[in-house]
């Protein structure tokens, strides 16, 4: 069964600093895509970033990059530069790419608070 | 072009009744799914429907139901609420079939968020 986790239920970072959010996953299946949400107070879920299994390098957009590590079963994502409009919610999720579903497996998030 | 749109936004409702909710999906997008969000069980899958066939279900009672029509738009039923089914309902639509290992990004709605009392 495929299973995420995120360690961390809750961060603080200083504004204009960098923050890493971990990841792992597991899963015996060889094709998968991860993905990282931001969920505000609103509700929404707001893509961030995606990683496919078979990509070579990690994913980059903008101040979101995604450090793959696919033998250790791990996506932590980067925020770099700490906005105060990044305090959220982040999730990490995975897709199965084998079965007949478009079906995400969430992880139980991690609260980020970016302090001024 | 439009987003996913997810009506009602808020909903309040009693014991015993049941609701419907409703996600339009992007357009061009034939994937539908759902999920509940509770404090307790975090992000759950509730179904997904393909070109109005449900591929998959998750695990939750039969109260639980739904259905996809021909331009996509999929809607979910609960009857016979408890107190349990207050949550937030996301509903993500995608538009690559599954089974495909490229990108196939899920793009969400702002969310039902249900009450019972």
């Known amino acids: 069964a495929q299973k995420i986790t995120q360690t961390q239920p809750g961060m603080f970072v200083q504004e204009k600093e960098a923050v890493t959010l971990d990841c792992t996953y597991d899963?015996?299946?060889?094709?998968?895509?991860l993905f990282w949400y931001k969920q505000p107070s609103s509700g929404e879920m707001i893509f961030l970033i995606y990683q496919g299994s078979y990509d070579q390098q990690n994913a980059t957009e903008g101040r979101y990059s995604l450090n793959f590590q696919k033998a250790r079963k791990s996506a932590n994502l980067v925020i770099s530069a700490s906005q105060l409009g990044d305090s959220a919610m982040y999730f990490c999720a995975i897709l199965y790419y084998g079965g007949a579903t478009n079906k995400l497996i969430f992880g139980t998030g991690t609260l980020l608070a970016v302090q001024p | 072009k439009a987003g996913v749109t997810q009506t009602p936004r808020y909903l309040i409702k009693t014991r015993g009744q049941q609701v419907t909710l409703s996600c339009s999906p992007i357009?061009?997008?034939?994937?539908v799914s759902w999920y509940q969000q509770t404090p307790g069980q975090g992000l759950q899958f509730l179904f997904e429907y393909f070109s109005e066939t449900q591929r998959n279900k998750g695990n939750f009672p039969g109260r639980f139901s739904g259905r996809q029509f021909s331009n996509s738009r999929s809607e979910m039923n609960v009857s016979t609420l408890e107190l349990g089914d207050s949550a937030l309902y996301l509903c993500?639509?995608?538009?690559?079939?599954?089974?495909?290992?490229?990108?196939?990004?899920?793009?969400f709605g702002p969310g039902t968020r249900l009450t019972v009392l």
């Open positions: 899963t015996s299946d060889p094709s998968y895509g």
């Open positions: 993500a639509s995608s538009l690559n079939p599954s089974g495909s290992p490229s990108y196939n990004e899920q793009f």
């Open positions: 357009s061009g997008h034939r994937s």
